[in-house]
Nanobody, 124 residues
C-alpha cells in the first residue's frame, strides 16, 4: 500500500505559478503510475495528466497541456505538478493518485490510492 499527501496549494493571482508536491509513503514507489486530478466546486473530477513509474512516459489533458508539467523523483518518493500561467478557472482541489497497474489512465477508477487534496485558488 501507499499513502499520499499533497502539499503546495494556496492562494495566488492570475498569471502566477505554483508547484504542488505529492509525497508517498510505502515501498516500491517507482512501481506506481501516478496522476493528478482536480475538482472544482460543482464540477466533475478532471484528470490533468499522469506519469509512469519510471518517469519516462508523461501524458497531459488538453486543457492543461503547455501550462502544467508533471515530474517525479523516485529517490524522494515524490511526484510534482508545476503549474504556470494560472487562471481563475484553475481554482480547485488538486489530488494525486497512484495505481500499480502498468500504464497511464485518465479514469479515476483505475487508481487505488488517493491523497486528501490541496486547495488551489487563483484570483483574477
Amino acid at each position: 500500500q501507499v499513502q499520499l499527501v499533497e502539499s503546495g496549494g494556496g492562494l495566488v493571482q492570475a498569471g502566477d505559478s505554483l508547484r504542488l508536491s505529492c509525497a508517498a509513503s510505502g515501498r516500491s514507489f517507482s512501481s506506481y503510475s501516478m496522476a493528478w486530478f482536480r475538482q472544482a466546486p460543482g464540477k466533475e473530477r478532471e484528470w490533468l495528466g499522469g506519469i509512469s513509474g519510471s518517469g519516462t512516459s508523461i501524458y497531459y489533458a488538453d486543457s492543461v497541456k503547455g501550462r502544467f508539467t508533471i515530474s517525479r523523483d523516485n529517490a524522494k518518493n515524490t511526484v510534482y505538478l508545476q503549474m504556470n500561467s494560472l487562471k481563475p478557472d484553475d481554482t480547485a482541489v488538486y489530488y494525486c493518485a497512484a495505481t500499480r497497474s502498468v500504464g497511464i489512465y485518465s479514469q479515476g477508477a483505475m487508481y487505488n490510492y488517493w491523497g486528501q487534496g490541496t486547495q488551489v485558488t487563483v484570483s483574477s
